[in-house]
């Protein structure tokens, strides 16, 4: 044989192995807002580069809802996705009934105990071996603030309550609305989750949505939560009903609403408009909640499948994810920080860089609790009757917060 006849046979080898190996890889998510999209087409342009197809199963809606109501069906049909995004304690009973795939070896080469904080990396694991690969870390106690719209009202960005509600008359006395709020259940939760971190601390908060002290939940101090939700009522645009959070987040950019209290995805929105942090847009811990970190991780759970070159492909994305380079370019684009301890910073922006810090200082101090309003605290049983609860008291002008703080006690100990 020649040598350019050894060459190409070496070529057409390459390329059938590579042929053989390739599979396909189906991912259930809801990440369709801008940013949202951004970050997950650099995990899509990762996967096709090893040769493997992404099939794209996204369903809409923030938070995640609708997406896990249409991945019950297709499981319940014995036919899951090889991945899908699934978070926080509903990662165990997914693995509780034997449906996902151990990735153990994976996990093993790629040395995933020693880079992951050890909290996080429990929650990924079911009886002790890796079922699920996490992505990254959201802060969602973050409040982002327009600068301009504070300028031209006057007002001063709030780090207090008390100062957070003069803003909002000073913004609202300028024709602007203070907060940019989607009304939907999981947006409401999400402020709620804030105001009961102001006010009622880390440890009463865990006390209330973390072991579910009845106390605490029914208690004077939890109506005072409902109380200081329900004064926030009167800051967010009367039209908001049913809106998208990144649609509230378009009017905070296009300089009609002053802030957001949302987590850090919202920075996937300024990133893909082109915004610069600490100039076009600030970030700020919700008032009162410095040195406090509500955690959400996403994670991909994966399903056990019988095909081998699929289930090759669902290693890759498995290993692919917790690599550094994903975690860059992923979490630069969806605004949270990597799930890595060990990576560089000093490419990411600002307000990355500030929730690293946090979340390493949190670890240590205590301040770091997870986010009920995104999965990380409770099952979703529990969660979706906390929602009804803040939901329905959010949008009943005439609700009491006493009768509210015993409806959510009642309601958690319904679900438990
Ligand atoms: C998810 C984020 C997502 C956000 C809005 C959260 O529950 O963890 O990844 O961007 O919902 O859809």
């Known amino acids: 044989m020649n040598k350019l006849m050894r060459v190409c046979a070496t070529l057409i080898l390459a390329a059938t192995t590579t042929l053989a190996q390739a599979g396909e890889v189906e991912v259930l998510h809801w990440w369709t807002s801008g940013g949202e999209a951004k970050a997950v087409a650099t995990l899509k342009k990762m996967m096709e580069a090893q040769g493997h197809t992404w099939k794209d199963f996204a369903v809409a809606g923030g938070g995640g809802e609708a997406a896990m109501t ?12 090889a991945a899908a995004q699934i978070k926080g304690l509903d990662i165990q ?25 050890p909290k996080i990396a429990a929650i990924m694991k079911y009886k002790g071996s890796y079922v699920a690969v996490p992505i990254n870390v959201h802060r969602v106690n973050w409040m982002w603030a327009n600068p301009e719209v504070f300028k031209k009202a006057g007002a001063r960005i709030p780090t207090t309550l008390d100062e957070f509600f003069t803003a909002a008359d000073k913004i609202k006395a300028a024709g602007f609305f203070p907060l940019a709020h989607g009304g939907q259940a999981w947006q409401d939760a999400t402020l709620f989750e804030a105001v ?24 004077d101090k939890m109506a005072g939560v409902f109380a ?62 410095q040195g406090m970190f509500t955690f959400n991780v996403d994670s991909l759970a994966m399903f056990k499948l019988n095909n081998e070159a699929n289930t090759k492909a669902q290693k890759d994305l498995a290993r692919t994810i917790l690599r550094p380079e994903f975690q860059k370019i992923f979490n630069q684009a969806k605004g949270s920080i990597p799930v890595r301890m060990d990576m560089d910073m000093s490419s990411f922006d600002a307000c990355a860089q500030a929730s690293m810090k946090a979340f390493k200082s949190t670890s240590k101090s205590g301040g770091l609790t997870p986010s009920f309003a995104h999965g990380l605290a409770t099952t979703s049983a529990i969660q979706g009757q906390i929602f009804d609860v803040v939901t329905n008291f959010f949008n009943d002008p005439d609700a009491d917060p006493k009768v509210a703080a015993q409806q959510l006690a009642d309601a958690v100990r319904s679900a438990r």
């Open 228 to 289: 200081t939700f329900q004064r926030m009522h009167q800051y967010i645009d009367p039209n908001s009903a049913g809106r998208d959070w990144n649609v509230a987040t378009a009017s905070l950019i296009q300089g009609k609403a002053a802030m957001q209290i949302m987590g850090d995805w919202a920075k996937g929105e300024f990133t893909a408009a082109g915004l610069k942090a600490g100039k076009d847009y600030i970030c700020k811990p919700a008032p009162v909640t």
């Open 93 to 117: 009973e997914w693995a509780r009934i034997g449906v996902l795939a151990n990735l153990d070896d994976v996990a093993r080469e790629e040395n995933w105990d020693q880079i992951l904080p």
């Open 196 to 219: 009961a971190l102001t006010r009622l601390g880390v440890e009463d908060y865990e006390k209330a949505f973390v072991t579910h002290d009845m106390d605490v939940l029914s208690s």
């Open 70 to 81: 249409v991945l019950k069906t297709r499981a319940v049909s014995g036919n899951p996705p």
